[in-house]
């Protein structure tokens, strides 16, 4: 009788350990599971944080031409400012042709730099852009490290971290969408 006994409860004891390991192994599925997750967002955040930082660099390009357009605008004008001073000093009339090219290239300076004005703000937000969603990056990746901290050490209290990190970087993922 006493050996049923002892069968019934190695028995238990062995129901209780599969149980035991059953829920451990639910728990790192469960946080592979969300590790591979945060890892896809950290990719597709990180993809569109390098967007904005090329369109940032070509959107300076852009205002840097721009500007050594106006430059190139601006000693034309210079130089046909010198050649009417010139021509009135020398007593040689001024062709009227002069004066109206004289005006078009102050009206060309005005709209290109406008334009390169425009071009730099343009930078500058997707610089602004990129910093946010960098960050986003960021701090997905010390998520994604904790995580794996975590199953390591089967430390419970890390995963929770590394999901709170995962909720903060969404939080600057989306305000970098938004953004944009």
């Known amino acids: 009788m006493e050996e049923m006994e002892d069968t019934s409860e190695k028995l238990q004891e062995i129901r209780e350990e599969i149980e035991e390991n059953e829920r451990k192994e639910a728990w790192m599925f469960k946080v592979a599971l969300t590790t591979a997750i945060i890892s896809v967002l950290a990719a597709i955040t990180g993809l569109f944080a390098g967007h904005h930082a090329n369109e940032a660099v070509i959107e300076q390009i852009k205002a840097s031409d721009r500007w050594a357009q106006y430059q190139a605008k601006a000693i034309k004008l210079d130089v046909e400012h010198s050649t009417s001073v010139i021509l009135e000093a020398t007593g040689k009339p001024v062709d009227p042709e002069l004066a109206k090219h004289t005006a078009k290239l102050e009206e060309d300076k005005v709209e290109i730099k406008k334009v ?51 909720g903060a970087a969404v939080y600057f993922m989306v305000s970098g969408f938004l953004a944009g």
């Open 116 to 166: 390169a004005d425009e071009e730099e703000h343009a930078s500058q937000n997707h610089l602004a852009i990129h910093a946010i969603l960098a960050r986003a990056v960021t701090i997905f990746q010390v998520g994604i490290a904790i995580s794996a901290i975590a199953i390591v050490t089967r430390k419970k209290w890390l995963w929770y971290g590394s999901m709170a990190l995962a």
